[in-house]
């Protein structure tokens, strides 16, 4: 099973709302909602932001929503802030194993 | 509060093993699955495997079938992680990572740098 794709780089302004994808993710039925984001910053662990597909932790901003359709789970950031700066990871499952997405690399303009 | 603390950076030569500890804290060790994750320089984050800590069940990733061992002590709440017959692009930092799947309860280690190098 090959990790889930995701688009290296995406950008976008203060105050604007950006998405990035994950594609390739695996239908099976047990797993199909286990889909988790994480944001990291350089030199740090990363940090759960959204888990069973769209489910977000206390203390995360509700800027932050996640939602998935076939073989695509979306992170998508509203209201776009300068600490938003940062790399984020899918995370799903395939036959029992877990498999993170590339990494994409958020720059606020 | 929850913590996982990770042992020390270590430098091994090609051929030799690393053991990474990973110390529990703040919580029933035996509740959450410890999942170990890899990041090699400016890579993105690879998963390694899981371990059920109640049972010591485990799952490895099919790239690391036949050289990773994950382990735990349950009575100082330890999980460890053994990589045998290291390469130079095994080269990375390695996380620990308290995991469920149906939880926002989700910890990290503060990750181990393992250097392989002659």
């Known amino acids: 099973q090959s990790a889930p794709t995701q688009p290296a780089s995406v950008s976008g302004s203060p105050g604007q709302s950006i998405t990035i994808s994950c594609t390739g993710i695996?239908?099976?039925?047990?797993?199909?909602?286990?889909v988790s984001w994480y944001q990291q910053y350089p030199g740090t662990a990363p940090k759960l932001m959204i888990y069973e597909g769209s489910k977000r932790p206390s203390g995360v901003s509700n800027r932050f929503s996640g939602s998935r359709s076939d073989n695509t789970a979306s992170l998508t950031i509203s209201g776009l802030q300068a600490e938003d700066e940062a790399d984020y990871y899918c995370?799903?499952?395939?036959?029992?194993?877990?498999?993170f997405g590339g990494g994409t690399t958020l720059t606020v303009l | 509060q929850v913590q996982l603390v990770q042992s020390g950076a270590e430098v091994k030569k090609p051929g030799a093993s690393v053991k990474v500890s990973c110390k529990a804290s703040g919580y029933t060790f035996t509740d959450y699955y410890i999942h170990w994750v890899r990041q090699a320089p400016g890579q993105g984050l690879e998963w390694m495997g899981w371990m059920n800590p109640d049972t010591g069940n485990v799952r490895y990733a099919q790239k690391f079938q036949d050289r990773l061992t994950m382990t735990r002590d349950t009575s100082i709440t330890t999980a460890h992680m053994e990589l045998s017959r290291l390469k130079s692009d095994d080269t990375a930092i390695y996380f620990c990572e308290r995991h469920h799947d149906y939880s926002e309860n989700n910890s990290w280690g503060q990750g181990t740098l393992v250097t392989v190098s002659s």
């Open positions: 695996s239908s099976d039925v047990g797993t199909y909602n286990l």
């Open positions: 995370s799903s499952y395939a036959s029992g194993s877990r498999l």
